[in-house]
């Protein structure tokens, strides 16, 4: 069947969305309702015969069966099962989403991400086994995991329902021999700690990369599952309890989904790691500063263009103007005292008469103590002229010395003093020795 055909006349199939060993999934449109929705095709293989092509046919009823009693976010919710030319279609809840197996293609998990998908798994399965229902083939690809964070189990397509007789044929074992527990694997019924033990070999390869009885080939996955003890895993982190726990041999020995919960939720809200800064990030964060600090420079430094003319004008004075109000030195101006300074006053009367303000009153505005220095007329006292600050030489260059050096004979009393106590510590020594020698000889 193609797409755009009608299933049903209800059913419009627009696009394949996924294939398997049990059939192909389509992404198709339900006419009636007008929405969208999944439908699974179930795929027979040639050359079956009459009874095993039942079986299939009644698994498929099986699988729709088990997930119509269920009622949960993490379980795919069934909508109808048809039958088209002799083979029938499952109707189900279209989910947008990668599957875990899609996700392990791109490398193992964080323990936080691991930990909140399976708590969502822990809660579908234990809904299901509460509902009296095994799903018996838990494993990475029928885990969908949507972009806002919800796990979904799918494909109960070996569901094994309390009450119905099983389908599996005497000596066959149905699922995914890297995901099979060692009980199914040595022929036992199924049971709830079945499910916990795939479970945790699904976040073991989470965290792994792979399942712990991953082989080259089914068989010897299934003889690694009977014979090899779990290889311990090297990425658990706080995870290795409930690994250690969901992954033991025997099933009465084996964690509880309520013991399982609660680890499982304690590293799921642990907070996130701090990851610290790499080269590369504080070289970048270094150049952004440097960019920030260039920039504020840029917005301090104002343009000459923007500075109001009258503030200039105010601020640059004439130097004709300023030249008769500079002190002199006394030795270049002599007879300061007999009126050196009448020129100085004249021309600040002119420069007074020149304003827009009368001459002998200041400009309006101005305190007339700011004008004392400049109008009144300065004379310097007697006696030599006081070097500026900025004329004066530091006084380091010619207050400083270098200390005296010791004496030489108080060094050469010193050595002379160590070299009379050295010889006579070695007198002492070797005639001590000497006595010790004469006393053995006699004795």
């Known amino acids: ?42 795929v027979l293989p ?52 990668r599957s875990l197996q899609d996700l392990l293609e791109e490398g193992p998990l964080a ?73 199914r694997a040595q022929g036992q019924r199924a049971v709830p700690a079945s499910d916990l033990w795939a479970l945790g070999a699904t976040l073991y390869a989470a965290l792994e990369g792979r399942s712990p009885y991953e082989r080259s080939d089914a068989m010897s996955s299934l003889q690694a599952a009977l014979v090899e003890p779990v290889p311990p895993p090297r990425n658990a982190g706080p995870l290795a309890r409930v690994l250690e726990g969901l992954l033991a041999r025997e099933p009465v020995h084996r964690m509880t989904a309520a013991q399982a919960e609660p680890l499982l939720t304690r590293v799921a809200t642990m907070p996130a790691p701090v990851v610290p800064p790499t080269v590369a990030d504080a070289r970048a964060e270094a150049l952004t500063s440097a960019d920030e600090t260039v920039l ?62 009368p001459a002998g009153q200041g400009a309006p505005g101005v305190d007339p103590e700011a004008r004392t220095v400049l109008e009144s007329q300065w004379s310097a006292g007697p006696g030599p002229r006081t070097p500026e600050p900025w004329e004066q ?10 200390p005296p050096s010791p004496p030489a004979d108080a060094d050469r009393e010193r050595r002379k003093t160590t070299v009379i106590v050295t010889a006579a510590v070695v007198v002492v020594v070797l005639a001590v020795l000497i006595g010790a020698f004469l006393l053995r000889t006699q004795l």
């Open 393 to 402: 030489q530091p006084s380091y260059q010619h207050q400083w010395q270098q």
């Open 111 to 183: 323990h936080r991400r691991v930990a909140e998908i399976g708590l969502q798994m822990l809660g579908a399965l234990r809904h299901a086994h509460e509902k009296g229902i095994l799903h018996r083939d838990v494993k990475p690809s029928n885990v969908l995991i949507t972009d806002s964070g919800r796990v979904v189990l799918t494909d109960f397509g070996i569901a094994q329902m309390e009450g119905d007789a099983t389908l599996t044929q005497t000596g066959l074992v149905m699922g995914s021999p890297a995901y099979i527990p060692p009980e």
């Open 46 to 97: 040639p050359g079956l015969t009459d009874s095993e092509r039942d079986v299939l046919i009644e698994r498929t009823f099986r699988e729709a069966r088990a997930s119509a009693r269920l009622n949960h976010p993490g379980v795919v919710t069934v909508h109808d099962v048809v039958e088209e030319d002799g083979s029938p279609w499952i109707v189900m809840e279209l989910v947008r989403a």
């Open 1 to 42: 069947m193609g797409e755009g055909r009608l299933l049903a006349a209800r059913y419009r199939l627009d696009a394949v969305v996924g294939r398997g060993g049990m059939g192909t999934v389509w992404r198709a449109h339900d006419l009636m309702l007008d929405r969208e929705v999944a439908v699974k095709e179930v």
């Open 296 to 357: 504020d420079e840029t917005m301090l430094d104002e343009p000459s263009g923007r500075r109001r003319p009258d503030i200039a004008a105010e601020t640059i004075l004439d130097a004709t103007e300023i030249a008769p109000y500079t002190r002199r030195d006394p030795e270049s101006t002599p007879n300061r005292r007999s009126g050196e300074n009448r020129p100085a006053e004249r021309r600040s009367t002119e420069h007074r008469s020149n304003g827009n303000w």
